[in-house]
């Protein structure tokens, strides 16, 4: 009787020591799914500058600039995008021109996504993020930048705000660590033992004294509203918080009332006098055509 009963715990120890290894195993796979971007191939208009931007080690990065397609573009701040974990960096500076067409859009590929060379990891899209920064304020010094993150890009995004000059963030179904989403997750697994990558936005945006506008999904089951919950906790200056109702994690995009609380997200960090800015927000109106040019 109790070589059965240990014969059995035995196997189900196994075959927990094997999943867990699994997750282990996949976890950048998960994370980082290159193989699941799409975007590829999009037609970009006319004026949209290639950007490549040399690391130290070898590495390459490239990234699009699609400039304002309304007046005055240059003396607002450019919003810097950081995409979510499958974003390809094309349609992302295409989704935010249409939303800000009178501002400059400009996205990079992660490391190792697309025409960027390397493997992604948190460490390296944080990295990353300074390093793109700086190459913007090279290139442009007088025109302050705005970072807007989607999902996992808001681990860049606030990485990038709490050691660089931001105007202010703009974040999107945002999670507090990359650890909590995993042990939210995989709630009975050793998660601090295996993850290899880490996030704290929370952290990061606990340094920031700039404004911050969050925008989430009430139905979110990638970032659950409780992770979204613990990282307004952290929020020094909060200037905006939505919920869009009755959508999830992907579905967030394609919703009327999502394009209405971005602009009014990015309205809300032009009045907050943190700024660095005083422009004439775009609240409303028809979007101009961000598409090719004809």
């Known amino acids: 009787m109790f070589a059965v ?12 020591a094997l999943y867990v290894a699994f997750v282990a195993l996949m976890q950048d796979r998960m994370l980082f799914p290159r193989w699941a971007v799409t975007g590829q191939g999009l037609p970009l208009r006319d004026d949209a500058e290639h950007l490549r931007l040399d690391l130290p080690g070898g590495d390459v990065l490239a990234g699009l600039r ?12 450019v919003l810097l995008g950081f995409g979510g974990n499958a974003w390809h960096a094309h349609a992302l500076a295409m989704h935010l021109c249409e939303l800000f067409p ?15 060379t390397g493997r992604p990891s948190a460490a390296a899209l944080n990295a990353d993020a300074l390093a793109i920064y700086d190459e913007l304020r090279a290139r442009r010094p007088d025109q302050p930048i705005v970072g807007v993150g989607l999902s996992i890009g ?25 650890e909590a989403l995993a042990r939210t997750h995989f709630p009975y697994l050793p998660v601090r033992t295996f993850l290899r990558h880490e996030m704290d936005v929370e952290g990061d945006l606990s340094r920031f004294d700039g404004p911050v506008a969050t925008i989430a999904a009430e139905f979110d089951t990638i970032v659950p509203p409780a992770r979204t ?37 990015l309205a809300a960090l032009d009045a907050d006098p943190a700024h660095m800015e005083r422009p004439r927000a775009e609240t409303g109106g028809a979007v101009s055509d961000c598409g090719p040019s004809s």
């Open 229 to 265: 919950q613990a990282l307004r906790q952290a929020v020094r200056r909060p200037v905006f918080d939505a919920v869009i109702a009755g959508t999830g994690h992907n579905e967030i995009y394609h919703r009327s009332d999502y394009v209405a609380a971005m602009r009014e997200a």
């Open 5 to 16: 009963i240990w014969k059995t715990a035995a196997v189900l120890v196994g075959m927990a």
């Open 154 to 178: 808001a681990g860049p995004a606030a990485y990038l705000a709490a050691r660089r000059d931001v105007a202010g963030l703009i974040l999107v179904t945002p999670f507090d660590t990359l």
């Open 102 to 116: 009178a501002r400059d859009v400009v996205a990079f590929h992660y490391r190792g996504y697309g025409p960027s």
């Open 66 to 77: 699609l400039p304002a397609r309304l007046p005055g573009g240059d003396e607002r701040a």
